[in-house]
């Protein structure tokens, strides 16, 4: 082994303790809110800021789940989270593999109109407007079709088409697949790190829909984890507006500790999802199948 400088070491060791700062320094705040969640009410109104608490409560979230409208609320979530993000990358990935194919007609048109979309939209109420011609209204429907297909996703995706071989998709039409077959048994398999976090993308967009939810839902029956828990912020700050889910006996404790929980609430679903799709971000798109 090379014999290395005194230097060298010492900007090693500097480099270790600048990027150690800076991965604690995003770290603090999400752990800052997770204790807070977890202080009892006395210890947050004397301190104010909390990192270590001397006793845990759980007293927020026993507020925050003192109704069955939160685990409604989650399901709601969890369903509209789940299909949309499969319509998603569907729709996604249907309009972006004949887009990746130079043999398409139009293709350079498409493309324009699809960037186009990008920088200019109908606005606020036209989007409703059809939504409700569609009969849309008060239907999760109204939360996944108007949001189908991302253009900025698309665009990437049909990139990360492009880079497969042809001849590994000509050797799949001499062997009489169609251009369905190519798309599901070879295209997408290949696209697997692409199609994961694409999926990541929608899946955190749909999640954290809250506008969208609250301009399209008039039943509160189907509002998401996003609507019920910033009704949940305002109770706890004692503005006023119908409680009526909420027992009445119950005491709300300091909305500082309400919002810590409400954020850990809103955050940790969405956060397990990751492990299970990080695997696939530092996968070689085509590892093995080209050969020779």
């Not at 399901?75 to 194919?101: D, E």
């Not at 698309?154 to 039409?173: C, M």
């Not at 899946?203 to 998401?224: E, T």
């Not at 404790?253 to 969405?270: E, F, G, L, R, Y």
Request: aromatic share 14%; with cysteine.
């Amino acid at each position: 082994m090379k014999h290395r400088s005194k230097s060298s070491r010492l900007f090693d060791a500097c480099n270790v303790a600048v990027m150690t700062l800076f991965a604690l320094s995003t770290l603090i705040p999400f752990f800052y809110v997770i204790m807070g969640s977890f202080t009892t009410s006395a210890e947050l109104l004397r301190k104010g800021f909390v990192l270590f608490p001397t006793e845990y409560s759980l007293e927020a979230y026993r507020y925050i789940f003192s109704t069955d409208s939160i685990t409604r609320a989650m399901g709601n979530s969890v369903f509209v989270t789940a299909i949309g993000t499969l319509c998603n990358l569907l729709f996604t990935s249907l309009m972006a593999y004949p887009l990746s194919q130079k043999r398409l007609m139009g293709r350079s048109t498409i493309m324009g109109l699809i960037v186009f979309s990008m920088l200019f939209s109908g606005g606020m109420i036209p989007t409703f407007l059809v939504v409700k011609q569609f009969g849309l209204i008060n239907s999760y429907g109204a939360l996944i079709i108007p949001s189908l297909i991302s253009a900025f996703n698309l665009i990437l995706l049909k990139n990360f088409f492009q880079q497969i071989p042809e001849e590994v998709l000509e050797s799949a039409r001499i062997d009489g697949c169609n251009d369905l077959r190519i798309l599901f048994q070879i295209t997408l398999p290949l696209a697997l790190p692409a199609i994961a976090t694409f999926a990541l993308f929608y899946a955190v967009g749909h999640w954290n829909s809250y506008f969208q939810a609250v301009l399209y839902l008039n039943d509160s029956d189907k509002w998401p984890i996003q609507v019920l828990l910033r009704q949940i912020v305002i109770l706890s700050e004692g503005t006023s507006f119908d409680s009526s889910s909420f027992g009445e006996q119950y005491i709300a404790p300091p909305s500082q500790t309400v919002k810590m929980a409400v954020i850990v609430v809103a955050t940790m679903p969405i956060l397990l999802v990751y492990p299970f799709l990080q695997k696939h971000f530092a996968k070689g798109m085509l590892l093995g199948s080209v050969k020779g």
